[in-house]
């Protein structure tokens, strides 16, 4: 049996890619909603234990490779590394510093090698050369959803009453939530964000997921933007967002995550 890969809810995964790569995904918790304000927590260890266990069950002695949300966006981290330690030498974790589809991207290719026959340490080299090629930006159409969730870092944090009336970007930046970009409309931060994409693809082709939170119509019209000023080569998804990411960005927000044909330069 292949190793097997297990990832969280928050990577996005589209169900047709989980069933056809097998790989397993363990759903992150969302309380309330409705009447009630949504809010969300990470995944216990002994959750994570017993999802482990059983992927070992169905995998052997090959082993469990493990991609999680950034260990500064979630206590999900601390469990899989406490989980893990139960099954030494078979479950490796990987420190994504990421979030959504650039993990996503990370479970795919590594569940692709695995199906190849490839051990645990292709399959873990895999997964951190994609995570090291990527990045993850976020529009948001308004900001009170993500400084109540308190995924801003403090200096971000610090400036958020001066956000309230501009359409920011942020950015994924060592596992944490920071400003991009403040724009006053939504037009002009897609046209950042194509910006900052297209330099830091440097005409190489690029993979792009796209994930909206009720704005399906705008995230249209960033694949099309994006498209347009990519090489042709360049491959898309657009989904919507998941809904523990959606609970923390608010309605309208598009993220985007891409992966690079190479690493940055440091």
Known sequence: MPVRIVTDSSSGLPDAVVEELGITVVDLHVMGGGDEEASTA???SLELTAAYARQLERGG????????LSKELSSTWSSAVQAAAVFPDTVRVVDTGSVGMAVGAAAMAAA?????GADLTACHDMAVDILERSATWVYLHRIEEIRKSGRMSAATTLLSAALLATKPI??????????AGKTRTQTKAF???VELVGERADD?????????????????????LLEDALPDDSSFMCLEMENTLAVHVGPGAVGVSAVFATAPVE
């Open 204 to 224: 190489e082709p690029v993979f792009l997921a796209i994930q909206h939170n009720d704005a399906r119509e705008a995230a249209g019209e960033l694949q099309e």
């Open 191 to 193: 046209a950042r964000l």
């Open 170 to 179: 942020m950015e994924i930046r060592d596992g944490k939530l920071e400003l």
């Open 42 to 44: 990470g995944l216990s």
């Open 112 to 116: 692709t090698l695995a199906l190849e």
């Open 61 to 68: 002695d090959d082993g469990v490779l493990a991609l999680h």
